[in-house]
């Protein structure tokens, strides 16, 4: 058994009193909304696209000044690797020797080494940062 309908009773209000003015003014104001939308859209993909090359652009000059930079740790530290090795051998040849004044000499050499960064030895880092902005310019190892 199904329950009886029920009645909705009410009162139905008329129309208000929008006029075709009223109704365009809010079409309107509606389009120039969406129009501002679409521009400021616009401009702030412009902008993120600026932002991106930048930072392409950028982590490409790091990657690249990175790699300099590890190609001169790696030469500059197997020199010094290999100077240190050529020195204690020729310390302990003067040693074995008894040769006073080659150890007085390859020990002030040895501490010379030790006493010396090879970051030191780059100069200035301004120019060094210079150099990296300078696309024409030649490194020499």
């Known amino acids: 058994m199904s329950e009886p309908k029920k009645v909705h009773v009410g009162e139905v209000l008329p129309p208000r009193g929008i006029s075709a003015f009223?109704?365009?003014?809010?079409?309107?104001q509606i389009v120039d909304a969406v129009q501002d939308c679409v521009k400021v859209h616009a401009v702030e993909s412009t902008k993120q696209a600026h932002l991106a090359a930048y930072e392409a652009t950028e982590v490409a000059r790091i990657k690249a000044a990175e790699s300099v930079l590890k190609?001169?740790?790696e030469q500059s530290f197997e020199e010094r690797r290999s100077n240190f090795t050529e020195l204690f051998d020729r310390l302990d040849a003067a040693l074995d020797r008894g040769d006073q004044q080659a150890v007085s000499t390859v020990l002030t050499g040895i501490v010379e080494i030790a006493r010396t960064s090879p970051l030191a030895n780059m100069g200035d880092l301004g120019q060094i940062r210079a150099a990296l902005d300078d696309p024409d310019h030649v490194w020499e190892f």
Not at 22 to 28: C, Y
């Open 71 to 73: 190609q001169f740790f």
């Open 22 to 28: 009223d109704g365009f003014a809010a079409l309107t």
